[in-house]
């Protein structure tokens, strides 16, 4: 009797299985403030990552040579815009006529032609070098969109005034749509959405880029006139900008960190509200 008490106890003591106090899950490790990496990402932040880009590419299926071409051909223009910036301001009033072939600034323009009010240089030649730097690279837009679609079209229209712009040159008659070419130069005309409208459009290069450099001669001759009208006085404030150019260029370069740093600020703040939410 003493033995089965004993084992009757025994029996009252041991807790089943079911009522044992569950563990404790461990903590998910903390992420990484700057993660490098492809393994310092989650399978899902993975998928999400390729569900984004395929929204995002212009070009359906794997990636082909000819898709190749257009994007590095475009990173390389924007990268030599970026990368001649910080020189414009001393080239203005040194070499404006190489400095308009190689941007198509119309600054340019308008500095060659009062210099060539003033003896140094002919006008024909800062018409000509304006209207080859504004419509070089136009030809890889038309590209882009004969070989991509309304996707690219979209892409580089941002803003809905122009989406509304490209979606009533896609509803017009065709001769709208060499009228938008030679209009393109104008300021606020989303002119790469213009482009590919024109290669969507199936409109032959040689028309396109016909009409793309009628109107940039009409700009480029607008401003060289303004310019060559205006003369010496106008050649007095490139000089003065030229002679203050380094301090026009850092204060450009302080205002553009200003800004990236303040955006950086509100999304990481928006990111923690996010968050704490």
Known sequence: MTGAGTGTDRDDVTEPADEQAPRETPAPAPRKRFRWRSKDFTAEEHEEARQAWRKVKPWDGPM????????????????LNLASMPFRPFLLASHPIGLAAVTGSLSAVGAGAAF????QGPLWLVIAAGVFGMIKFDWLFWLAGRRWGAKI???WAPGDVAQRFVGWVRGAPRWVLGLAVVLSALPGVPAPAVFALAGMGRMRLVPF???DAIGAALIAGLVAGLGYGIGQHAVDVVLMIDRYALWITLGLVVVVSVRASMKAQKEQKA???????
């Not at 190749?68 to 924007?78: D, H, N």
């Open 64 to 79: 082909t040579r000819g898709d190749k071409f257009i994007v590095v051909a475009t990173l390389a223009i924007i990268a």
């Open 116 to 119: 060539a009010a003033i003896g």
């Open 153 to 155: 079209v979209e892409m």
């Open 209 to 211: 880029l016909v009409l």
């Open 271 to 277: 990111k923690k509200a996010a968050s704490g939410s």
